[in-house]
């Protein structure tokens, strides 16, 4: 049986007692004590060790060569091992290149595997940090082979090899390994993509998977949690479990995973649901290292952002007619050799649409629709639209793309841009954008939606989607994804496993999971505890955009909520010069301006941490971008033109101090600066934040909380 062994780390002996009890009343089979860091004496652990042997207790005392924190010699960390651990029934987890330095230290580390039985534990180790060894299997054998020729026959050994993973491709060692070794083994690609094969364990019957207590004190990266655990079915796990997922890039906001898991539970059928980060390029990889190993039994994936249509691709793929009409699949089924491809998503799509809006196939002729996106989800909806009458315009930001739908479909396609001057009874989200944990961002800006009577966003994480906001405002009817996302998943598992499963009780399900999560109140306070618990990076937050967006105002609010200076450059300059940046760029030009705010910028950079608000245009130099982006988080604030005017008016200052760039009217030549600028603000950003309907306040609160998640679950920015 492959053991669930939650990882603790052990600073002081005192909480130890609680700590494992709630391990092992959370389903732990197994305890892994990181006493590397401890700081009392390990006499007092082995007499914990002694009392509870009844336990199954792995002791580590890792070194730093191998990314633990023990900082003495190699002698001292084995001393600590023997009075941790000898006499008691622990396996010791002894580095594997320390063990072959000498007789000495392979001898004493075998006094302190000794247990009270007179039986040697044991767990040689061997970690990773640059990716995965050259042959893992010929690794693990040779640890094998070097460890059992200092043991007895009944002694017990286990080879244990960890990597770094960087693609969830270098998963597929840690399978093979221990796949071929079984429980003579543990085989762990480290990282977020290395933890589906720490799930896939047990299916394998490697000897153990390293797990956290709770979901943010893992010991190692990319392991799960205990609760994860329990979610992911651990206890129903055994070798004939069929393997499915949902592939794509991102899937962290997914909730396919609870939701399937959920259904096989109730319906008792064997089988395991997990997110599978795949790039944009591994697809086909991915697909092909799958399909060559049937002792995976997959049964099947869900497909998602970006692989819809390049999954066709696929040369093993059979694909229904539907998906062939569509040019977009999004489910995959494995049956033996064969691997067939579906599209739930159109179905369900349009189902969702016409429920949401209280219409009949019939009454869509003469409707006129605008679609937001041109890829798999998009089309999805497209086909049916316009098989029944209604007349569509596609807006998309990628000239190929549309290129293939005016060929492939009837309709109209427009350029990005143009979305704004959408005139249809219904608008459709089919971009990502506005979807966790970008949770700011809108696809539409909110004055455009005016006159839409539905507005009907895919993305289902949040509930409410800044895009929804915007339309309830605008007297819109607000649907998100959610019924949509449930109607597909049923088809999935309903060509799955034969079981149409309850769409109410889902949707009501996965309902309640969104408003929880949701609830800013709860999401805030936790988000706060959490964030302070966490090291919080100590790194600049620049505000960017142009003139009017609210980078000063903002910036002064944040900063109180961030508790961190604040810094406007532009004031920086003026007071430097004691000159209006009018009277600047009169003396020296817009040449000799930007020379003195770049010095600014590096000045500011090299202080302490501090909310930066950056004049509009000093993003046009690209020394600034590299800078900013280098030593912090760059938010972009965002408003329409004609609110960007309205607001410079409103502040005297503003408008009497700023240089005029162009001899056109104020309106115009905002808007011709930001035909020139926008392209470079979203470079130069992280994430963007529109400010239009929402007070100063609201924006900064909004900027927090994005701040706070991200410390949590840090994305590579
Ligand atoms: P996809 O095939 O990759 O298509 C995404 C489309 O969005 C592409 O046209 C892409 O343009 C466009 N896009 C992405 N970022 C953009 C940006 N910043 N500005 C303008 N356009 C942008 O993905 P998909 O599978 O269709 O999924 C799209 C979204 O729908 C995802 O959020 C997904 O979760 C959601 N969805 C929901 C359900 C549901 O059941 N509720 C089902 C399916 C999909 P480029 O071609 O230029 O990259």
């Known amino acids: 049986m492959t053991l669930l062994a939650a990882s603790i780390f052990v600073e002081r002996l005192t909480d130890l007692s609680a700590t494992c009890d709630a391990a092992w009343r959370d389903g732990a089979d197994a305890i892994e004590l990181r006493i590397d860091p401890l700081e009392d004496s390990p006499i007092a652990l082995n007499a914990f060790l002694k009392l509870h042997g009844e336990k199954k207790w792995i002791v580590t005392c890792r070194g730093r060569e191998e990314g633990g924190r023990f900082a003495g010699e190699t002698a001292e960390r084995v001393a600590c091992l023997i009075t941790a651990a000898q006499g008691t029934n622990a396996y010791i987890d002894f580095e594997f290149a320390d063990w072959k330095r000498s007789a000495n230290i392979r001898q004493k580390v075998l006094l302190a595997a000794t247990g009270a039985d007179g039986r040697r534990r044991l767990v040689l180790s061997s970690h990773h940090f640059n990716g995965p060894p050259n042959d893992l299997n010929s690794l693990i054998r040779k640890i094998r082979d070097v460890g059992r020729a200092s043991l007895a026959a009944n002694d017990e050994l286990v080879a244990k090899v960890a990597y770094a993973g960087q693609s969830i491709m270098d998963g597929f060692a ?230 293939c739908i005016r060929n492939e479909f009837t309709g109209t396609v427009a350029d990005w841009n143009d979305r704004v001057h959408r005139t249809g009874n219904v608008l459709i989200n089919t971009t990502p954008i506005g979807m966790w944990p970008n949770t700011e961002e809108s696809p539409m800006p909110g004055h455009s939606l005016k006159g839409c009577e539905l507005v009907f966003d895919m993305v289902y994480r949040p509930a409410e989607t800044r895009l929804l906001r915007d339309a309830a405002r605008a007297g819109c009817k607000p649907v998100n994804g959610l019924d949509m996302f449930v109607r597909q998943a049923a088809i999935q598992m309903e060509l799955w496993t034969g079981i149409r499963p309850d769409r109410v009780e889902a949707f009501a399900r996965l309902s309640d999971f969104l408003s929880r999560e949701e609830s800013p109140r709860c999401r805030s306070d936790r988000l706060r505890t959490q964030a302070t618990a966490a090291n919080q990076r100590k790194s600049h937050l620049f505000l960017i955009g142009m003139r009017g967006s609210g980078k000063t105002t903002v910036g002064k609010l944040l900063a109180g909520l961030l508790k961190v200076p604040h810094i406007d450059t532009d004031a920086l300059i003026t007071a430097a010069a004691g000159l209006s940046i009018r009277e600047i760029f009169a003396a020296e030009g817009e040449i000799g301006f930007r020379k003195q705010e770049s010095n600014v910028v590096r000045q500011v950079i090299s202080q302490g941490p501090a909310v930066i608000s950056l004049g509009g245009g000093a993003i046009l130099d690209a020394t600034n971008v590299d800078a900013i982006r280098n030593s912090g988080t760059v938010v972009w604030l965002t408003a329409p033109i004609e609110v960007l005017a309205q607001r410079i008016h409103d502040c005297p200052n503003t408008f009497d101090s700023r240089p005029r760039m162009t001899n056109l009217p104020e309106l115009e030549e905002l808007r011709t600066l930001l035909v020139d600028r926008e392209e470079i603000y979203r470079a130069a950003s992280h994430v963007v934040f529109p400010t239009e309907n929402r007070t100063a306040g609201e924006v900064a609160q909004a900027i927090h909380l994005w701040i706070l998640d991200a410390t949590l679950h840090p994305r590579s920015l």
């Open 174 to 403: 840690a399978l093979d390994a221990m796949h071929a070794h079984r429980d003579q083994a543990i085989a762990i690609c480290m990282g977020e993509h290395g933890t589906w094969t720490r799930l896939l364990a047990k299916k394998l019957g490697a000897f153990a998977t390293y797990v956290a207590t709770e979901d943010e004190v893992a010991t190692a990266p990319g392991q799960f949690s205990l609760q994860a655990a329990r979610d992911f079915r651990w206890g129903a796990l055994n070798p004939r479990t069929r393997v499915y997922g949902v592939v794509g890039d991102p899937v962290g906001h997914s909730l396919s995973p609870m939701l399937f898991n959920h259904w096989f539970g109730i319906s008792e059928i064997d089988a395991l649901y997990m997110p599978l980060h795949v790039g944009a390029n591994e697809m086909n990889a991915f697909l092909d290292a799958v399909h060559q190993r049937t002792w995976l039994d997959p049964g099947g994936f869900s497909v998602t952002i970006p692989h819809k249509e390049s999954a066709l691709n696929w040369p093993k793929i059979e694909a229904d007619p539907l998906c062939v009409r569509l040019g977009a699949l999004n489910t995959l089924l494995f049956d033996k050799d064969r691997v067939h491809a579906f599209n739930t998503d159109s179905h369900a799509a349009f189902d969702s649409l016409l429920d949401a809006w209280s219409k009949q196939r019939e009454d869509l002729r003469g409707s006129s629709i605008d679609v937001l996106g041109a890829g798999g989800a998009a089309r999805a909806m497209i086909l049916p639209l316009q098989e029944f009458g209604a007349s569509v315009t596609v807006y998309g930001r990628s000239p190929k793309r549309l290129q």
